[in-house]
């Protein structure tokens, strides 16, 4: 064991120093002037952040009065309302009618596009690709500040291994590393270079912390952890955001160690602020003060203030911070310089936009036509949702299609614009969505293509209610499901390939849409039983916005091509890849289970005392009775038109110190029939550490495009820093001893080579 103390006498001076550095920390005269003059209701109301409920809505509650708590200066800012003619009619009243004239911010949940609608950020994680999602980031930036938003609830960072829980949709995945870089990209692409930019706006990172390891995956659930775990496995995306600047932090719903994350003084002030250095704002997430009281924190006077104390600055629809703190400071439970704290990093935010010059800078009314939904963005959307798609088989090497086929193209999902742009999706309109059906006919206009519905999404009335909150996802048909079905018989029957496009409609994933069965609903996966009796070349094109248990499928004599929800140019973007204009490249960042059961399941797994062996059953092992560990398709899996070879693994050193980077190359080789991309990726076996490491863990990666026939060498640098850890006492460490590296296709990748840190 080591030494307590100097890790102790570290811990102190760290603080310390953190300490000093935010005193330290530049004030802005013109915040600090304000403040000055600002009465302590003035400053309590810059906490409130209302909804008028344009938007989406997301709890039951719905912002009232707005209009006369902005004139009466009780609103620091507004979301779900767009468009600059309605953004100014606000400013206006914020800049106009209240005695010191503060505006006001505008946010917005601009998830995975704003108008033009980009895949899921589950399906963009997909592509590996830092260069297109920052383009994405770059896009939705410029179309939402276009329409007068300058503030954007993004990026979601939460890491999630329940594949229930259907907010993964969001996020990046599994993986801190990847999740981490993403994270980075997000922030970049939203605030740019120069955020008094008008085409740039503060981004949010959220939800902090831990949302996605909700218990059993069900949304909104306790969460309860390691701080091992989280510091090594949970926390890195967040950071990766705070150190790339971003400007805000939403708190999560969820208790973090028992304390609801908008009242966890550990989690907002020691660990983010003073640990991290962050300096920015830090909003509650929808009503999450209010929801303490449920929690069992107290009445809504005790968890406002317990908020206010934990460092949360503003406070999302719930007016809890509004109604509630004068009357805690008048008993002495909340200071006036904890109020003047919060309201202090709600002016910054404000000044950093330059607001305070200029509060109409994002109100240019000529931009929306000018920047929103142009043919170059729609163009990009195409483009990025080819390369989010994941191909996980393809069935005697029936794909790409040829462009003069005779096609049966059935299946509930493949003429149902309401379920092409995904969930969170707000700003985007269903009614401009390419369908699979419209982009067979833009892309392969020689086709002969015979459409039939085949089966409904599910044939359960009651899930259609739960998931058509914001418009018609699941519709029943008026037809009996057997006359669909028969339709789609006839259609394949016809025909000399079948393409089914089928899985979960939109709102089946996303916030509050957490599912036990996560399998593609029965009535679709018996008219695909019925297509695979055909004998017929059967293509499914599989949308969802999670991993699906897909077993039974996959042992069918198919194909499968995993779309996601790929936004506005679902359509076309499908028919690219299935006619092979582009060859697909995605690779999965959450592992697909066999079955519900493994489910938390996860790449970087730990050994355990007794692993099981490989391919078999052993009694008192680490294992099922009734299936195998592994997943069915693993972490950083995906298939290409083409094949790619990998051979000569080198290191450029056998031995390094512990502050030393290693580098692996590694020579690649495209050895199929067409032109792709691949995805090199390193993974990292550390042998021996002082708390138990996981089995292998993503280190690096590089996207690399290979001409057919063509060969190349890729090198992937492992810093210092990526071989180091949080220890037993969260110390960013990394410990001498051997380390393997393995790099390949995925996580199984079997190429291998060793070193040792001294
Ligand atoms: C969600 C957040 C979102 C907020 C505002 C909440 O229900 O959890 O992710 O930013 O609503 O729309």
């Known amino acids: 064991m080591k030494n307590q103390k100097p890790t102790y006498i570290v811990q102190v001076f760290i603080f310390l120093f953190n300490a000093v550095l935010i005193q330290a920390q530049e004030t802005i005269p013109q915040v600090e002037e304000l403040l000055d003059k600002m009465t302590l209701e003035e400053k309590i109301g810059q906490l409130n952040l209302l909804t008028p409920g344009g938007g989406v809505a997301t709890g039951s509650v719905v912002s009232k009065n707005v209009e006369e708590k902005i004139n009466a200066g009780q609103v620091g800012g507004l979301f779900g309302v767009s468009g600059p003619e309605r953004v100014r009619v606000a400013q206006e009243l914020a800049v106009n009618n209240t005695r010191l004239k503060i505006p006001l911010l505008f946010g917005s949940d601009v998830i995975h596009g704003y108008k033009t609608t980009f895949p899921i950020p589950l399906g963009l994680s997909s592509s590996w690709d830092m260069d297109l999602i920052k383009k994405v980031a770059r896009i939705s930036a410029t179309e939402a500040t276009a329409d007068g938003i300058n503030w954007n609830f993004s990026p979601m960072v939460d890491i999630a291994r329940d594949p229930r829980w259907g907010r993964i949709a969001e996020g990046a995945g599994e993986d801190p590393f990847l999740g981490s870089a993403i994270a980075k990209t997000m922030v970049e692409g939203y605030q740019g270079e120069d955020i008094t930019d008008p085409n740039t706006m503060l981004a949010c990172v959220k939800h902090f912390a831990l949302y996605g390891a909700s218990e059993a995956g069900r949304d909104y659930h306790t969460v309860d952890m390691s701080r ?46 003073e640990r991290w250095g962050f300096n920015g704002m830090v909003v509650s997430d929808y ?25 949360l600055d503003m406070d999302m629809v719930g007016e809890g911070f509004l109604t509630t703190l004068k009357r805690s400071y008048d008993e002495g439970k909340v200071t006036e310089p904890e109020i003047t704290n919060a309201c202090r990093r709600v002016l910054e935010a404000k000044h950093k936009l330059g607001l305070f010059e200029d509060p109409y800078r994002y109100l240019d009314e000529k931009r929306p036509k000018k920047d929103i939904l142009t043919p170059e963005n729609r163009q990009s959307a195409r483009e990025i949702a080819a390369r989010s798609f994941v191909l996980f088989k393809n069935h005697n090497q029936i794909l790409p299609l040829k462009k003069d086929v005779k096609i049966a193209l059935v299946g509930p999902l493949a003429d149902s614009r309401n379920n092409m742009l995904g969930t969170w999706a707000p700003t985007g309109d269903t009614k401009l969505a390419i369908t699979i059906l419209e982009g067979f006919k833009n892309v392969v206009p020689n086709a002969k293509i015979t459409y039939a519905k085949g089966a409904n999404i599910s044939n359960d009335k009651e899930l259609a209610n739960r998931v058509n909150v914001f418009g018609p996802r699941i519709e029943i048909d008026k037809k009996a499901p057997e006359k669909l079905l028969q339709e789609a018989m006839e259609a394949a029957n016809s025909a000399d390939i079948i393409v089914a496009v089928v899985g979960e409609a939109t709102e089946m994933s996303g916030e509050a849409a957490s599912r036990t069965d996560i399998s593609i609903p029965e009535s679709q996966k018996k008219m695909i039983r019925e297509l695979v009796t055909t004998g017929k070349p059967l293509v499914l094109v599989l949308m969802s916005g999670r991993p699906l248990t897909i077993l039974e499928e996959f042992n069918m004599p198919v194909s499968i091509l995993q779309v996601w929800h790929p936004g506005v140019e679902a359509g076309n973007a499908i028919a690219d890849v299935i006619f092979g204009n582009y060859n697909p490249s995605g690779k999965l960042t959450a592992t697909w289970p066999r079955n519900v059961g493994q489910i938390p399941i996860y790449h970087s797994v730990k050994n355990t005392g007794r692993p099981a062996p490989k391919d078999k059953f052993e009694k008192f092992k680490s294992n099922y009775l009734d299936v195998e560990n592994t997943p069915l398709l ?30 692996a190359t590694v020579s690649l080789t495209n050895v199929g029939n067409y032109d792709g991309e691949e995805v090199v990726q390193l993974y990292l076996r550390d042998m021996e550490r002082s708390i138990t490491p996981p089995i292998r863990e993503l280190k690096g990666f590089q996207k ?11 090198t992937i640098k492992v810093s210092a820093e990526d071989l180091k850890f949080y220890n037993g006492n969260l110390e960013f460490v990394s ?24």
């Open 735 to 758: 410990e001498p001893g051997d380390f393997e590296v393995y790099v390949g296709t995925d996580s199984n990748a079997s190429l291998k080579a060793s070193f040792i840190v001294k």
């Open 228 to 273: 091992t775990r989280m510091f090594n496995q949970y926390l890195p995306p967040y950071k990766a955001a705070i150190d790339a600047g971003v400007a805000t932090v939403m708190s999560s719903f969820n208790d973090v160690d028992g304390v609801p994350a908008s009242g966890n003084k550990w989690l907002l002030t020691d660990l983010l602020r």
């Open 287 to 311: 009503t999450s003060v209010n929801e303490m009281i449920a929690h069992g924190l107290g009445d809504l006077q005790q968890v406002s203030a317990l908020a206010l104390k934990a460092g």
């Open 704 to 714: 690399v495009f290979l001409k057919k026939g063509e060969s190349k060498k890729v």
């Open 634 to 663: 693993p972490f950083g899996y995906g298939l290409s038109y083409t094949s790619f070879e990998y051979s000569d693994l080198v290191l450029d050193k056998t031995e390094i110190g512990q502050n030393e980077s290693i580098s």
